[in-house]
């Protein structure tokens, strides 16, 4: 059942990205359109190697307790 969703969720976001037109917005700032042989290279790339291993968050540390508490 998961496999059957993640397939449905992974071609519903490639067709949006193979769809989506060059767009002018807000402010004239333009976005193209995503060119489909760039997102073919990407997809059969992998994730670059210093993304692999690199945290989500960056750990903090918590202040000191007050004395007494």
């Given at each position: 059942?998961?496999?059957?969703v ?12 193979l ?25 059969t ?19 000191a ?5």
């Amino acid at each position: 059942m998961f496999e059957a969703v993640l397939d449905g969720v992974e071609e519903a976001v490639l067709n949006s990205l193979l769809a989506a037109r060059t767009t002018t917005g807000f402010h004239g700032r333009t976005v193209p359109a995503l060119p489909a042989d760039r997102l073919l290279t990407a997809l059969t790339a992998g994730p670059p190697p210093c993304h692999a291993r690199a945290p989500l968050f960056e750990a903090r540390q918590r202040p000191a307790a007050p004395e007494g508490a």
